[in-house]
C-alpha cells in the first residue's frame, strides 16, 4: 500500500510547498488540491494498490498528479515524455503490477533489452531524504527547483524530498537555462511570493548550459548547492564551475537504490577532486573482486516489475526477493583511505549519456530491425558535454549504404539520447577467440576516430 505524502509531509501549514511562475500553494493549500484531484481518480476507478502508467510533466498538474494517486493509494508509475510512442507502450506493457510496498515503480531498461519497472517503496524515498539531508545540511528552509522529469528517480526524490523534509519546490516545467537563470536571480515568480532559490539537482548538461547562458556570472549568495549527478561530471566542467563560483556537491546513485547513493558536499568536492564521496548514512558499500561496485541499505529497491530481485543489474530472477542483498551497479570503482568513492568506470553494455542510463543492446536490437544492416555493436565513447555518446559500428550488407536513411529509421524506434552520434561501418566486425563482438577491440576502433 502506497502512502499519501501530504499526510507525512514534513512542512507546515501555512508554509509555502509549491511555486509555479503563475501561482504557489502552501502546504495547507496543496493537501485541498490533492485531494480534489484524488477523488477525480476514484470517479475514474483508480482503487488502492493499482499502478497507474501514465506520461507526467514536471509542472504543477504532473505533480497534483502523482501527489493524488499516493493519496488514493494507487503506485505511481510516472513515465518520461521524451520516450517515444513505442517506448511507453512498452513501459505500460511491462507495468501490469507491483510488488507489496511499493510505493512508485520508475521505468529503466534492462540490460538483458527489456523495459522493467523498478518498485521502490515509501521507506526507501525516506531513507534517501534522511540520507540526503544528512550529508547536506538541509532544512525545511529550502528552496529546490524542479530540474529533473519526475519520471526519473533524481526528480521523484526532489519531490518526495522536499515535501518530507518540509522544504519548497519550484516547478516551471522542463529545465530551460535562461529560466532557471532567471530564478536565480529572482525573477519569473509571483510578485507576492519570495523564495530564492537555494538548490538545484542537475546533471552535467544542464551545469554546462547553465554556466554557458550565465556567461561565467556567479550564483546569488543565497544559493547553497547544485547537486551534480546522473552521469560522469567531467573535470573541466568541475572546475570551470568552481572557477565561476558555484558549490558543487557530487554524488553517485543509480534507480535501484532510490537515487543517491553516496555525495561529496561542496566542501569535500573542491579539496577532493574526482570523488563523489562517502555513502549517504543507512547505505552500504563494497568493491567486489573484479572491482564493481556494490551496494546495499535502506534505499535498496524492493524489487522489479517484470522480473528481479534488484539485486543485479544483470541477472533477472524470475521472483521477488526482499533479503538484504548486494546490488550490482555494472560500474566499477574504489574506495580510498577515507571510506569515499571513485569510480573509474562502467560495464561495456551500459551507456550513460545526459544522465539517460542507456541499454546498448536495445539500441543494436534496433539497428539489426534494418534491412540494410546484417549486424552491429554499440558502446558509449567519452563526450566533454554529454558525459558519453552513443557510438555504433554498423555491418552492412553488401552494396550501397545510407546513414541518413537509416537514422531517419532509428527516429521512431528510439528517444533521442538512446540515438547513434558516432557511425562506423564496416563489415565484418571484430570477433574474440569465443566467436562473440570484442567490444574493447570496438571502442578501440572509435578512439582511433
Known sequence: MSVDFMAVAGGRGDATALVTPTRWWTYEQLDVAVEERARGLRAEGVVPGRVVARVVESDA????????????????????????????????????????????????????????????????????ARGAADRLALTDRDVWLASLSVAHVGGLALLTRSLLLGGTLVATGRFDAGTASDLLDGQGLPADVSVPLTHMSLVPTQLLRLLEHRRGAPPPETFECALIGGAHAPAELVARAHRAGWPLALTYGSTEMCSQATTAPPALTRRKAGTVGPPLKGVDIRIGADGEILMRGETRAIGYVGGGDGSSAED???????????????DVGRLDEDGDLWVTGRRADRIVSGGVTIDALEVEEALRGHPSVVDACVVGVP????????AAWVEPIVGEFDVEELVSYLRPLLSAPKMPRVWHVEGGLPKNANGKVDRAKVRDAFGAE
Open 383 to 390: 563526450d566533454p558535454t554529454w558525459g558519453e555518446r552513443v
Open 61 to 128: 498538474e504532473g505533480i497534483l498528479f502523482l501527489l493524488a494517486l499516493w493519496k488514493v493509494g494507487a503506485v505511481a508509475a510516472p513515465l518520461n515524455p521524451a520516450l517515444t510512442e513505442s517506448e511507453q507502450r512498452a513501459a505500460i506493457a511491462a507495468l501490469t503490477d507491483a510488488p507489496n510496498g511499493a510505493q512508485v515503480v520508475v521505468w529503466t531498461s534492462g540490460t538483458a533489452g527489456r523495459p522493467r519497472g523498478v518498485a521502490l517503496s515509501y521507506e526507501n524515498l525516506a531513507a534517501s
Open 316 to 330: 533477472d530472477p524470475s521472483s521477488l526477493d526482499n533479503t538484504p542483498a548486494w546490488y550490482r551497479t555494472g
